[in-house]
């Protein structure tokens, strides 16, 4: 409790930020003839209001945070600042239940893109604008979780993720650390969301569109303005666009600093995780590209490359727009996809799932262990492009996998408990436990999770937050020890 | 190639040995009015023949074993014992093709019970007799595989599984070691094996069916004489022999040497993984009982309690007898009893999966370094019933979990690529990986593995292989290392 009080002022800034960022919305809503304008002045006023009251009811309470803090606080945030995004949609959309917008909410922030939305084309382009800006404030979010917070909270083997750039940090105070970090990160988010933002332009979209999905793409969201997501642009270069910008951001942010200091794009090539990231991308992407060409799905090469790169580099980044309806592809191409997104992506990314890195931790500490029943007796370290990993790195990473593969099995259950079929139960757990969004079945990429119960979108909710805060820093809170002393 | 000359005469003995066992399916067709005794004769004779001729051939070479020959012995006998075990088969039904039979026999002396096979009512008493007895003889080599030949072996933490009666074993030879291991297993095995076989009768079986069942039962096979598998007898006395048996063998026989030696029960309760076992058992039949009467499957709570009770033991314990088509009850119970043969039998059990022990080593684990998060600089230790788990073990475990992961992945992968549906795909990987036999779909309990096609067979008897042979002793023959030196 004695954390609670430390955090609340804390919470109720980033409360008024979150509310001064509705006035991107706010802006599409002037701009342009859309009635949304309305409801995001009043979502903007009670978001502040809130904001500010809860300030000043805890200001006085202020102290130096503590590293510990930081489990709390993340939490606090992205279950918090949801409940605040839900505003717009619920004041523009009387129909839509609590459970649904929170849901929506939450996927945004947790730049999952699932939607309970249908006819995302007739809602005003500010409603739309708000539920993609909410993937890209998420993605700055998690940036600064998963670089500059997590490593320090030592959660799930993260300490491996801190970049060469990041130097020692035992002697600073962690407020100012943290910020310095951000900064770093944030000019690179931003240098990139616009390039992104131009090129979508420049591919054709308008400039709302642009913006759009420049934010669904740099979060790896993968919310649209459309039903048919990008099916409705249909267009090769918009898809090349957005295929290279899934794959930049899709690798750890923290090596773009070096690729700046040292003016060259050696380093994105000496990473271990940038360049298994890369091989498995295009393999994968090849792979699928021939099975389905084998299997008549399309009647030549180009097109089967066409469909099965956006496809595969959507699912597997975890970002989750689609072109084309993939699930009527034979069940092996989908069913791959949807294996990719768990691992794929790298640290220190906007991407969800295990990451790279870890799998890499995993796969070398087994081979060490198959190299040791021939060996007993043998000395072995694990290693990853030349540092060595210590036995408790691999125990958090082990520690992580474990619990990720409970909660998915867990969820599962409750999924199917509440009646939901097999297929769609397990794939909606893969797509939000990794943040991706659409699964198979009912949850695929031509439906969406409108048809759930509450009972089932709850799980969904709260399966999408454990994947996106890296389950140990939410379940943490759950032990005894942490409430102690 | 040092070490596969030193096994051949081994394998030669084992083969000889095997050719032995035929003997048994043989009395069955001298008895009865049977039509297969021609073909045990010839398959006794070839089998016979070839070992002798192996061992004519290789005796010279004999030399003492080594353990680390261990690992290529228990993947030659459980690739070519089953090679000679398809003979009565494929002379019996000439339609059948090698790859069928080969998966049968495989499935038999896995341990397995799934089937290619229909109409198993309309095949003579002595061909049956010989598909359950390969169960009893594999359940045998698992015994020994696992009490006595794994932990010599430090394969996946089955250092872990040696029980208190071992005893040290430094300064033993390998042989004589096992073979004292072997003698008393063995005396429990077949004490519990006549205790069933009277028990089946007395419930009211014929003879031949009670001694086939009680085959299949001990070795937690399921291989049944009927299509309908246990429906055939629709008798709640057989249903309640075939429960108790089934939890029997599922438990460490090590711990019936301890019974025995201490004339008490008290080990069986005493033993975590006994009684997380009988707990976990306890529990799903309540909670699967519950739900089959909320979802109105059946009328009342007895006759919910009844088939629950079977089919959660049957499936959980990895046997795969099934009394009603529980694939048509909601996916949930199904799920949740595929699920648990994952993991909930005990080692030095005939059973499948990853084993209790291992799941709990795992949960500790990770249970220390949820704490660890809290408390980075606190020293914990892993225990086990009192027991200190070493991190060696810990990693062995774990490579092991990972090992079983990827095979999982990877087979379902096969299977969806070569067409199958992936509700098949997958529970078919999970049922054969785990020994069970039945998954759902298409291999669901009213169905079995006749439909796949040769590719699919294949893939699924290397992966009852690789699931009965603890993965890491198979796999490791396929390092560089192991052929080294
Ligand atoms: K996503
Ligand atoms: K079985």
């Given at each position: 409790m004695q954390s609670l009080r430390r955090l609340l002022p804390v919470l109720a800034v980033v409360l008024m930020v979150f509310a001064g960022t509705m006035v991107v919305p706010l802006l599409f809503a002037l701009l342009g003839?859309?009635?949304?304008l309305l409801d995001h002045v009043q979502a903007m006023a009670i978001t502040f209001i809130c904001g500010l009251a809860l300030f000043i009811a805890?200001?006085?309470?202020?102290s130096e945070l503590q590293p510990r803090d930081g489990f709390l606080l993340v939490t606090l945030v992205w279950t918090v600042l949801p409940a605040f995004g839900t505003l717009p949609l619920l004041l523009h959309l009387p129909d839509l239940s609590f459970t649904d917008a929170y849901f929506e909410a939450v996927s945004g922030l947790t730049t999952?893109?699932?939607?309970?939305?249908?006819?995302?084309?007739?809602?005003p382009t500010s409603i739309n604008v708000w539920r993609c800006f909410m993937v890209l404030i998420g993605g700055m979010g998690i940036l600064v979780l998963v670089v500059a917070i997590l490593p320090l909270l030592g959660v799930?083997?993260?300490?491996?993720?801190?970049?060469?750039?990041?130097?020692?940090?035992?002697?600073?105070?962690l407020t100012p650390r943290i910020a310095e970090t951000a900064r770093g990160l944030w000019t690179v988010y931003f240098t990139l969301a616009l390039a992104c933002f131009l090129a979508y332009r420049w591919a054709g979209m308008g400039w709302a569109d642009a913006f759009m999905h420049m934010c669904s793409t740099m979060g790896l969201g993968?919310?649209?303005?459309?039903?048919?997501?990008?099916?409705?642009?249909?267009s090769v270069a918009i898809e090349v666009v957005a295929i290279v910008f899934m794959l930049l951001a899709g690798?750890?942010?923290?090596?773009y600093f070096l690729v700046l200091k040292r003016r060259s794009l050696k380093p994105l090539w000496s990473d271990i995780e940038a360049r298994s990231f890369f091989a498995l991308m295009a393999g994968s992407v090849l792979l699928v590209a021939l099975f389905l060409l084998a299997h008549g799905v399309y009647p030549d090469f180009a097109t089967a490359l066409r469909h099965a790169a956006f496809s595969v580099v959507s699912v597997a980044t975890t970002?989750?727009?689609?072109?084309?309806?993939?699930?009527?592809?034979?069940?092996f191409a989908p069913v791959l996809m949807l294996f990719l997104c768990g691992f794929a992506t790298c640290a220190g990314s906007t991407g969800g799932g295990i990451k790279l890195i870890r799998s890499l931790v995993m796969l070398k500490a087994a081979k060490r262990d198959m190299t040791r029943i021939v060996h007993p007796r043998a000395v072995l370290p694990v290693k990853i492009g030349g540092t060595l990993v210590s036995n408790q790195v691999i125990f958090s990473v082990l520690a992580f996998m474990l619990i990720y593969g409970s909660v998915m099995v867990l969820a599962t259950l409750l999924l199917l408990f509440s009646g939901l079929d097999i297929v769609s139960s397990f794939t909606a757990v893969v797509a939000c436990i990794n943040n991706t969004g659409p699964g198979l079945g009912q949850v695929g990429p031509s439906g969406?999770?409108?048809?759930?119960?509450d009972f089932q979108t709850w799980v969904c909710t709260i399966t999408m937050l454990l994947g996106r805060l890296e389950l140990l820093s939410v379940l943490?809170?759950?032990?005894?020890q942490f409430w102690r002393t």
């Open positions: 003839p859309d009635d949304g805890t200001r006085s309470r202020r999952t893109g699932a939607t309970v939305l249908t006819g995302l084309e007739k809602l799930g083997g993260s300490q491996l993720f801190r970049a060469e750039s990041a130097g020692p940090m035992k002697d600073q105070k993968g919310f649209a303005a459309y039903d048919a997501s990008f099916g409705a642009f249909d690798i750890n942010f923290a090596l970002t989750g727009f689609a072109t084309v309806d993939y699930a009527q592809w034979p069940m969406n999770y409108q048809g759930l119960s943490v809170l759950f032990t005894p």
